[in-house]
């Protein structure tokens, strides 16, 4: 966290061969300097806003379940947030969106980057504020290599922005004809996927810029599975 009078919020990771469990408060705002960025590693993760799966005994977590749990509400309150899987430890490196996330009035962004599928079953929600929203799957940065086998994928969950910009990428396609990513508000974008094509509908008036954001660049399908 950065000083009350300087000083930029730093970088704070937790990793895990296969159990990560976050409940507290991580806090990387920086109030005159810029934020900082908390990065979650796990396997598998599962993001809602209930704490279960396991226990805290004088400051320690000790988990009971094999997948993963994280509360990202207050993650993303105090910092840009970051959530990364693995194929480590006999999972499939999934991120699955079972709690609805909402942001805080402010300019944190989140970052969902699985090694396999990212799975919307509940909404994520950056209306309040100005961050961005990046989505990746089939990620290939740490120790991941991509296989082009990742989709992003809508289970009923809506995501909702703010000012801020929606950036998504994948191996295998950003939902479906049938089933497409709903987003509400959206105004600036960027998508692109190796295999399958990419599906977005969009609720609520305004022009939308198809832009580059961060990395992504455009909309783009290198093989249209569509």
Known sequence: KGG???GDGGFVEVSGKKHVEIYGL????????????FLIDPTD????????????????????AASSIADVDTALTNGNTIVTTNFAGGQSGNITVTGAIAASANANSLTL??????ILTAGIDMSAGSGNLTLTADWGGGDVVSDNAGAIT???GTITMGTGDLAMSAGDGIGTSGTPITTVGLTDIAATTVTGGIYITNSASGNINVTTVGGTVGLS????GG
């Open 4 to 6: 009350s009078a300087s």
């Open 45 to 64: 993760v599962s993001i809602t806003g209930v704490d279960t799966n396991g226990a805290w005994s004088t400051g320690t977590w000790t988990p009971n």
């Open 26 to 37: 991580v806090s990387t705002l920086a109030p005159n300097g810029e934020n900082g960025t």
């Open 154 to 156: 809508n289970g009923g």
């Open 113 to 118: 980057q699985a090694a396999n599928d990212i």
């Open 221 to 224: 399908t290198t093989v249209n």
